[in-house]
């Protein structure tokens, strides 16, 4: 089996939240991706509750595309601690960093429920497992810790 580099950090290790460049690959034509841990809480500490993670998920989606231009795709981590976010290009973890704390601010302070793209059965396959108010409070807890660029000091933006 493939050696996955995410399963070979040291959880114990880094301090959440950060923003930590995972790897950046240039394909066959010349095209450059790269694949941040977008970590939000501590590993093997705490976990995001399924339904505000949804909804993070759901609103992220939109809010890094307006803040930052390249993402291919931002998803969640299965342990639930964080997304993975697949850019084109190379953007710096503090690019990357401000992106996604503008991006949680206007979760945290500023969505509404209108604002939740993707929570009908026709546009989501789990629309039942949403909470927006889950998702402010995570976000504002990750907000009062600071978003670090680098995962093992505290190097807050």
Known sequence: MAKVESFTLDHTAVKAPYVRLITRETGTK?????????????????????????????????????????????????????????????????????????????????TEWKDVQGTDKY???????????SAKEWCKAILDEGISKDPFTREVI
């Open 30 to 110: 010349g095209d450059v991706i790269s694949n941040f841990d977008l970590r939000l809480v501590q590993p093997n500490e705490n976990a995001i509750p399924t339904a505000g993670l949804h909804t993070i998920e759901h609103l992220l989606a939109g809010y890094l595309r307006d803040e930052m231009s390249g993402v291919i795709d931002c998803s969640p981590f299965g342990c639930r601690t964080g997304f993975h976010l697949i850019t084109w290009d190379e953007q710096s973890t503090e690019e990357v960093a401000k992106a996604l704390k503008a991006s949680l601010h206007r979760i945290a302070y500023d």
């Open 123 to 133: 546009s989501c396959g789990n629309y039942r497992d949403h909470s927006l108010f």
